[in-house]
């Protein structure tokens, strides 16, 4: 499974820790199993830690802009719908 490969060096990952969820799901109790896989390579597993944490940082930010965006477009609507919006061809 391509997915126990670091997708950094390419060196086969090893199971860091394995820890059990209980959820409670249609009336009974399931256990789901978690495993977390890290790259034997210390520092490539940092760099893959900052990188991790740095996506998902961003993906914080661009889900922001994009509800900024959503709000300021919704305004931006309405003046189209009121004829401002003149469309001119490139050069
Ligand atoms: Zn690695």
Known sequence: MSK???PNCGKKRILA???QEKVFLYGKVSV???REMICP???C??????????????SRQIKKDKEERDS???SKMVNLRFGRAKKEPFN
């Open 45 to 58: 597993q940092k760099k893959i830690e900052k990188e991790t944490e740095m996506r998902e940082e961003k």
């Open 72 to 74: 300021a477009h919704r």
């Open 4 to 6: 126990n490969l670091c």
């Open 17 to 19: 820790k394995t820890w």
């Open 32 to 34: 789901i199993e978690h």
């Open 41 to 43: 390579d210390k520092n």
